[in-house]
């Protein structure tokens, strides 16, 4: 029975292997491609900061489409086609004007791409979905194989080859995607009738909270740890070792998922992470010496990793039937659009008033602040029904 599950499944770790080798062989490499282009630094802020914004809007705006036309597949494989095609013209693309609307149409397609899949890879697993993160993790080993790879190659031949790697190994990802065994489950009602259920679901609310909180968190981590670690005296190689060691500590616990799902609830796990993410920050504020980040680094998988596999888990408890693309959907718009931006522009702010170390402390008391609302909140909305016919974790 393992064997056939795990051959059923091959399609859902082969498309997360490929789809997230592809992102990271573009997408920490696109600010030095910038760079390269002579755009200045407003230049670049904007065109990084126009990402997670379209995110907000686009990841919701797909899932609710496939969701209320059951054409989730047909979805995913038209994003991914649309990220490859955008893809191709910004390889073109030499002037800020112009790269201008190529990043918000590569934003538009590549936005729900992860939310799509993780509906899919839910829907295969049926009553096994505490596996989730199991399948999820063949991503991390993408993204861990490939960045220092292509980092290696661009170094050799040009900033130029990100595209040219990109491009073919997402195709093989769309391949990968084509072949998800997805049984599309109907829409039991209208489906803006199941929306607004979902949005009056006080528990996906009170989630979507913390996932923002989280992402504005990691948002901070993600934008200004290199400038902190440069400011320690950091070298290049140092900062790519606290990649690697937040990317081993991310696939230890999706590793364990199945396990600390079966262990603890997707609402404590989510608490759990929230917490991280405060201690997380402070113990970024306190170090002495640049080679500590790494060990630090290694909160990386109880904050994103624990965060991302229990709220994707949660989210799907909480939507109703055939609503699950929404609501993935609604869970990368708040996490990755919207908290990351917030994470980014607010951390700028606190950068430039009152230092890292001052930055650092603060995010975590905010984070302890919402932490506390949150599970006072929690409290109120734990015995209200979440959706008809379902009741929540």
Known sequence: ???????????????????????????????????????????????????PLVTLFSAPLWGGAADARNRHRTALSLAIAGTMAAVLVLSTARSFLALIPVIIT????????????????????????SEYGRHRLWGS?????????????????????IFYVYVPVLFMALLAARRLPLEEAPLRQPFWRNLRVMLASRQLV???????????????????????MDGLGASN????????????????????????????????????????????AFSYSIVGAAWVVLLIQLLHGPTFATMWMASVYYADQLAPQGMGATAQGL??????????????????????????VSMFRWTAA?????????????????????????VGP
């Open 1 to 51: 029975m393992r064997v056939s599950v795990n051959r059923r499944m091959l399609p859902a770790k082969s498309f997360y292997f490929f789809y997230y080798a592809a992102a990271a062989s573009l997408a920490p490499f696109l600010v030095l491609y910038y760079e390269h282009l002579g755009l200045s630094g407003s230049q670049i802020g904007v065109l990084t900061g126009v990402l």
């Open 106 to 129: 590569y934003g538009i397609f590549v936005a729900p791409i992860a939310p799509l899949a993780d509906n899919a890879v839910l829907a295969m697993l049926g009553s096994r979905k």
């Open 141 to 161: 080993v993408g993204w861990g194989l490939s960045a220092p790879l292509v980092g290696e190659l661009t170094e050799h031949t040009g900033l130029q080859w």
């Open 206 to 228: 009170l989630l979507l909270a913390t996932v923002f909180t989280a992402g504005a968190t990691l948002g901070i981590v993600g934008n200004y740890l290199f400038l902190y």
């Open 237 to 280: 190689t140092l900062m790519g070792l606290a990649l690697t060691m937040a990317t081993i500590s991310e696939m230890v616990v999706l590793f364990f998922s199945d396990r600390l799902l079966g262990r603890w609830s997707a609402r404590t796990l989510v608490a759990f992470a929230l917490l991280a993410c405060a201690v997380r």
């Open 331 to 356: 869970l990368a718009s708040v996490m990755i659009g919207l908290g990351n931006a917030a994470g980014g522009f607010f951390g700028g702010l606190l950068y430039d008033s009152v230092g890292p």
């Open 366 to 390: 905010a984070v302890l602040a919402a932490m506390v609302v949150l599970l006072a909140g929690d409290r109120r909305a734990r015995r209200i029904a979440v959706a008809p016919g379902k």
